[in-house]
Each structure stands twice: as structure tokens, then as C-alpha cells.
């Protein structure tokens, strides 16, 4: 596979990823579903994901009441958006033919 083609892959992945990732957002957060999370190709081998919190400012109170009850085992893991970020990239990496390993990394 050249790397033009893989590239293609790549970015058709990605767009894909982006669209599911869209079906797992709250409905009831409105703005923030519909048109605040957005993808730019910044170069030919970077892609930004990213909510635009002018359209949707609320984005950051997300992790304060997730989407769904967490089971007794969850609770207190993630919170929401390391959750959504952790799935988009093991979409994108299942995709592409490959396996993602996520860590859960505390931040410090």
C-alpha cells in the first residue's frame, strides 16, 4: 500500500470515526452534538479533533453527569470525554486494520 492510498484510508477512517462519535454525544446537549465537534486537517499527516467551545461553552460540564447510568464497577473510572476519546481511537485504529491500546493515564 503506498503511502497516498494509506493516507486516503486513514482519512476516510477518521471521517467515519467522527460521524459515530456524533451518535454517542448526549442528544439533549443540542449545539454540542449537532455542529460543535469538529475535525481539520491541519498537514498531511495531522488531523485535530476538537469541540469548539464558543458554539457550544457547556462542553466542559459533560463529565458531571454522564449520558447513562455507570454500573457499580465503572464508577469512578473515566469520565465522559476520556471515555469518548479512548473509543474514537480504538474505531479509528479498528478501521485501519489495527489495535489501539488505550491507557488510563492519570493527569496530573
Do not use: C, H
Not at 17 to 30: E, Y
Amino acid at each position: 500500500m503506498t503511502t497516498k492510498s494509506y493516507l486516503r484510508r486513514f482519512d476516510l477512517a477518521i471521517k467515519r470515526a467522527l460521524s459515530i462519535a456524533r451518535l454517542i454525544i448526549p442528544k439533549k446537549t443540542g449545539n454540542l452534538r449537532d455542529v460543535s465537534l469538529k475535525m481539520e486537517k491541519e498537514s498531511e499527516y495531522v488531523w485535530k479533533i476538537y469541540i469548539n467551545t464558543s458554539v457550544a461553552p457547556y462542553a466542559k460540564f459533560v463529565n458531571e453527569t454522564p449520558p447513562y447510568p455507570r454500573s457499580p464497577k465503572e464508577a469512578g473510572n473515566k469520565q465522559f470525554w476520556q471515555r469518548f476519546v479512548d473509543g474514537l481511537i480504538k474505531q479509528i485504529a479498528a478501521q485501519m486494520g489495527g489495535v489501539a491500546n488505550v491507557a488510563n493515564k492519570e493527569q496530573k
